[in-house]
């Protein structure tokens, strides 16, 4: 019994003579015991309904109601009547209380902007993160679309709230984990007291993929409502990372090869991590490592469901937990086999993966800006002609290494062709293994106006770190320069995917969009413009324009990062901040 429940029934002068009856005290008993059911059951519009029962029956002024009152606010974001409420009930301000959790998040998000679709609500800091606001509405409503068909869910009652927050401190601060477990395990956003909880990728050094993580948090929702809450850890993580792709296409596609090469090594060393110890979240794992090759090893798990079974298979699981069944019995109903016979066949479906032996598994760990100090060019500072000199330290061969910091030198000198060719020594050595490598090479290829070259590497590149922001603006810049317009736009927005604050990828789609005749669009990326850079919107017209008109400002930036004017590429640039070859 709850111990509000409890606490309620003990209080004899606090409750009506009438309540003394024994009928009247089960009934108390069980509609607070329902609220408290109902939230922990992810169904907040049945907590109401239960609540507005038990209010019914309770003095307004007893603690235990207030509790649940205050409960029930906080999961429906009206942060400060349940600050009040829980504050009535005497619950104490310590960290991890809900009086405490309310207080944090109605002090994070108080000052945040609204924006809102037909089924959620978007909350977010002022300033540049309102160029994100169209990009994750459409993000969220097509996820939205695509569980109600693979799930057979849409979220009852009112719409979704999604809250961004500025750095790994406030993520902290409205959820229950730690900084310091957040920081150790990448944990970037959060599905938990009826909303997603999401970082802004500003607060990330190569930014990451936040469109997906979006979609990803809300495909955890979707699981927990649907099932009551009963889906363990490792098929909720399944079944959130092999869907969450789905907003922009197939199940399926977040499977990198750098996270494929990790878990072929750690295969073969027979180190996986076995499924109960993810509970009960992959995010209290001791590793980042440890973390991506969970997340592997259940991607996996469920593809091998859905590949069997299709959706159907996926509902099925959901469906014999929300009844009841362990997660064994579940896997067993929805598969016809038994759960040591499903996993050998798993792990022969893992065993049958085209590991990309040649890879080296990268750091699967998000970098936050505050913890690479340095190392990454602050907001506002120009790109220049993208020069630097740490980016190799990446590159483990040190003969590559020493063929690609050359090739910087020389081109620091505008000694290009000769830069060129050092380049391109290095990435012979190491082929597309290395980001840096192949987008410095592709920029010397850009100055010499060797644009097929530089394409066939760019997209090598792309081949082994898809999704690379760094990448895919440089690409663009090629495909944007020939004006085939289509395949120019799906590079840049796939940069923006990662990386929505560079100016110059929304500088770009204005002009794309207004060629394709997509006027609302070039209106959206127009007034990103604006707000990134502090121009006028004549300015940005003109700009857009001017952008990228010679074959010489292919391998140059010539959009401010924060406000004034145009960079104006320079013969001989200083050196900049390594920032991922860009």
């Not at 009934?27 to 109401?48: C, H, I, M, Y």
């Amino acid at each position: 019994m709850n111990r509000w429940v409890a606490l309620l029934l003990a209080w004899g002068l606090a409750v009506p003579a009438a309540a003394q009856d024994a009928a009247l005290k089960d009934e108390v008993k069980t509609r607070l015991g329902q609220v408290e059911q109902r939230l922990d059951d992810w169904d907040v519009p049945g907590a109401r309904r239960e609540l507005a029962e038990a209010e019914k029956l309770i003095p307004a002024d007893v603690e235990p109601l207030k509790y649940f009152q205050g409960r029930v606010a906080f999961e429906e974001g009206r942060y400060d009547d349940a600050v009040e409420l829980l504050t009535g009930a005497n619950i104490e301000d310590k960290p991890g209380s809900y009086l405490r959790l309310a207080k944090d998040t109605r002090d994070i998000v108080k000052s945040h902007e609204r924006a809102e679709s037909e089924h959620f609500v978007f909350l977010y800091p002022k300033g540049k993160e309102q160029v994100l606001v169209p990009y994750a509405l459409e993000t969220l409503e097509s996820i939205h679309r695509a569980m109600a068909e693979d799930l057979g869910w849409t979220p009852p009652g009112g719409k979704i709230r999604v809250e961004v927050v500025n750095n790994a401190r406030e993520l902290s601060k409205v959820s229950t984990l730690t900084e310091k477990q957040i920081r150790t395990t990448g944990t970037i956003a959060i599905c938990k007291f009826n909303k997603l909880m999401v970082t802004s990728p500003k607060a990330v050094a190569q930014g990451y993929d936040w469109q997906d993580t979006l979609a990803h948090e809300y495909i955890h929702l979707v699981v927990s409502q649907m099932s009551h809450n009963t889906v363990p850890i490792w098929l909720h993580e399944g079944l959130a990372k092999f869907l969450e792709s789905r907003w922009r296409g197939k199940a399926g596609l977040a499977m990198t090869p750098s996270t494929q090469a990790l878990l072929g090594k750690r295969v073969k060393a027979d180190t996986l991590i076995p499924f109960e110890k993810m509970h009960p979240s992959i995010a209290l794992l001791p590793t980042a490592e440890d973390a991506a090759t969970a997340f592997a090893e259940v991607f996996y798990a469920i593809d091998y469901v859905h590949q069997s079974k299709g959706a159907a298979g996926l509902r099925s699981v959901v469906g014999e937990l929300k009844s009841g069944q362990t997660d064994k019995k579940a896997v067993e109903a929805a598969m016809g086999m038994s759960f040591p016979l499903f996993e050998k066949a798993w792990l022969a479906h893992i065993k049958k993966q085209p590991f990309p032996a040649e890879l080296v598994p990268r750091d699967d760990r998000v970098v936050l800006k505050e913890d690479a100090k340095g190392k990454v060019k602050e907001d506002g500072e120009k790109k220049g002609r993208e020069i630097s000199f740490g980016d190799f330290n990446e590159v483990a061969e040190v003969s590559a290494r020493k063929f690609a910091h050359l090739g910087e030198l020389l081109r620091e000198r505008n000694r290009v062709k000769a830069a060129a060719e050092e380049y391109a020594k290095a990435h012979k050595l190491v082929g597309d293994k290395y980001e840096s490598v192949s987008n410095k090479y592709a920029l010397a290829l850009l100055e010499l106006k060797r644009l097929d070259e530089a394409e066939g590497v760019l997209r090598g590149s792309l081949r082994v770190h898809p999704g690379s922001p760094a990448t895919n603006v440089h690409l663009g810049r090629i495909l944007l320069h020939r004006k085939d317009y289509p395949k120019s736009k799906t590079a840049y927005l796939e940069a923006l995917a990662s990386d929505p604050f560079d100016p110059e990828i929304h500088v770009a789609l204005s002009r794309i969009h207004g060629a394709l005749g997509e006027t609302a669009l070039a209106t959206r990326a127009k007034s990103a413009t604006a707000v990134l850079t502090g121009l006028k919107p004549a300015e940005v017209d003109e700009l857009a324009q001017r952008f990228l008109r010679d074959d010489g400002a292919l391998s140059e930036t010539t959009v401010p990062a924060t406000g004034g004017e145009p960079a104006k590429p320079s013969a001989k640039p200083a050196a900049a901040p390594p920032d991922g070859g860009r």
